[in-house]
Nanobody, 115 residues
Framework: QTQLVESGGGLVQPGGSLRLSCEASGFSIRYYAMRWYRQAPGKERELVARIAAEGGSTTLADSVKGRFTIPRDNAKNTVYRQMDNLTPEDTVVYYC????????WGQGTQVSVSS
């Protein structure tokens, strides 16, 4: 079965950094686009990053440009979310996803930014 397994996350102080992982099983991420979403409590899930398949480009939402990067490690079949200069507004659940809409989703990873 095709799956996305997320790891990382946790509690971090404001200004700190955190890296989330999204490891794929059952397919190679090298040939597929991926997306990162986040969802704050009581709010809709929002797209924050588009990661193209090999040969394409990565697009970040304006709210995270300059703070987040999305490294891809094809050898480990994993896409990461490197988050720097975190603020309490980044306290959300993050999800990775492989389009189209019916494609697999990660289980969600909680990030909490607090002192």
């Amino acid at each position: 079965q095709t799956q996305l397994v997320e790891s990382g996350g946790g509690l971090v102080q404001p200004g700190g950094s955190l890296r989330l992982s999204c490891e794929a099983s059952g397919f190679s991420i090298r040939y597929y686009a991926m997306r990162w979403y986040r969802q704050a409590p009581g709010k809709e899930r929002e797209l924050v990053a588009r990661i193209a398949a090999e040969g394409g480009s990565t697009t970040l939402a304006d709210s995270v440009k300059g703070r987040f990067t999305i490294p891809r490690d094809n050898a480990k079949n994993t896409v990461y979310r490197q988050m720097d200069n975190l603020t309490p507004e980044d306290t959300v659940v993050y999800y990775c996803h492989v389009p189209p809409a019916g494609g697999p989703w990660g289980q969600g990873t909680q990030v909490s930014v607090s002192s």
